[in-house]
């Protein structure tokens, strides 16, 4: 890539434009010259020979992270292409109603709902790079949304929004520059997910081997654990610092953040359990989200939220391998069935200390562990991997679609 890449804008040229400050060999062209715009339409439900057919029929959801749209929740006919209005390949697809701003490039020709207008792209334009030009604006595109109870940008105002436009040539090289680095990405977004498939499959295999062998026995949570074994004292001096973990701190299974700094004279009233380094929290409420982690802060005065347990492994048993149980579906499933209420549905303390769980010898709890938490280390590289990748992404995005940094170019 380095050598594709000319860095300076020292010594060049850049002139003022509707599109902002651009080289001066650049364009600063409105979205109705770059292509025809069509917006789509949902063609009727109550006649079945519009629907169920080979085309793609767009809308929002389907439109992700990836650059473009494979595959769709519904299909069309023939017929039903032709009155939503035919989305030729490679047309990029812009969301203009309510969640404005999603963009996609078509695979296939296709078809789109009304919440989405496309740009059919002329010569002037690529559209690898009219998609990434695009991505890069986005948050200037939300705000030509109306101030309505629904955000919408309609086909003629969309048509007027203005993009900083470079030779087509530059356009190809940008464009192949930012498509490698998106292929970069799903190829290792496809690898954490390949793994986690493995990860699961594991946990399912070794977990059920409690069924077959007589050497392993059932016992519970309570037995491996002791569980919210420590609650803060009431008597504490009101300036007292502590590092405070709550619900919103577990972003996904075994995903926790930094702890927030908190005073004990302004702190939640949930902020109570004591949580030392090695422990395990488990939501208690809403489990089937799976707000759980293990707990590797090395920090004194560390506070949970009333709405964890805390489980803290007895000396017997494998953290690991405890840790692992609880991401289990069988742990899951253990408590949704006792969740209780219909607002904030929760279990309690005894009913994660009841939970039976399937118990080896320490030293087949200890290979076990190794196997799995060897899974979970490769799946926070891959992942530590592709938020590189994608930060390096934005970071070129933001350079090479302003003109900032060029490229060589025939």
């Not at 520059?177 to 990405?185: C, K």
């Not at 491996?224 to 919103?248: G, M, V, W």
């Not at 004990?264 to 009233?269: E, I, M």
Request: net charge positive; aromatic share 6%; with cysteine.
């Amino acid at each position: 890539m380095g050598n594709q890449i000319m860095t300076l804008r020292m010594g060049q040229k850049f002139k003022k434009t509707p599109a902002g400050e651009i080289p001066v060999d650049w364009e600063s062209v409105a979205l109705h010259d770059l292509g025809q715009i069509i917006t789509g339409g949902t063609p009727s439900t109550k006649l079945a020979h519009l629907w169920d057919g080979q085309f793609m029929f767009v809308t929002p959801t389907d439109m992700g992270d990836s650059r473009d749209v494979r595959s769709t929740q519904r299909h069309v006919s023939a017929g039903g292409l032709e009155v939503a209005g035919k989305i030729p390949k490679m047309s990029v697809m812009v969301t203009c109603i309510a969640s404005i701003g999603k963009m996609a490039l078509a695979a296939e020709d296709c078809c789109t709902n009304q919440q989405i207008n496309s740009v059919v792209c002329n010569q002037r334009v690529i559209p690898e790079f009219l998609y990434y030009a695009l991505r890069q604006r986005s948050r200037v595109l939300k705000g030509f949304a109306g101030q309505t109870a629904v955000p919408i940008i309609n086909k003629s105002t969309f048509g007027t929004f203005v993009l900083p436009i470079p030779p087509v040539a530059e356009q190809h090289k940008i464009a192949q520059i930012l498509s490698s680095m998106d292929d970069a990405i799903e190829k290792t977004k496809a690898v954490i997910k390949e793994t986690a498939e493995l990860k699961k499959a594991l946990v399912q295999k070794l977990f059920s081997l409690g069924a077959t062998n007589h050497k392993w026995t059932t016992s519970t949570v309570g037995d491996c654990a002791d569980i919210n074994a420590e609650l803060l004292d009431e008597k504490t001096h009101p300036n007292a610092r502590f590092q405070y973990i709550d619900i919103s701190s577990v972003e996904g299974p075994g995903l926790l953040t930094a702890p927030r700094q908190i005073v004990f004279q302004t702190a939640p009233s949930r902020a109570r359990r004591v949580v030392r380094a090695g422990d395990i929290l488990v939501s208690t409420v809403r489990p089937y989200l799976r707000a759980f982690a293990k707990v590797e802060f090395k920090i004194e005065s560390l506070i949970a939220s009333t709405g964890f347990a805390v489980l803290s492994a007895r000396p017997c048993v494998n953290r690991e391998f405890l840790y692992q149980y609880i991401l289990s579906d069988p742990f899951v499933k253990y408590l949704e069935e006792r969740m209780t209420g219909s607002n904030y549905p929760a279990v309690n303390a005894s009913d994660v200390s009841l939970c039976p769980i399937p118990l080896p010898l320490k030293a087949e709890q200890d290979k076990i562990a190794d196997i799995l938490s060897s899974t979970d280390a490769a799946i926070v590289r891959q992942t530590t991997e592709k938020t590189h990748l994608e930060s390096m992404k934005s970071a070129l995005m933001q350079v090479l679609l302003t003109g900032e940094v060029r490229v060589k170019y025939a």
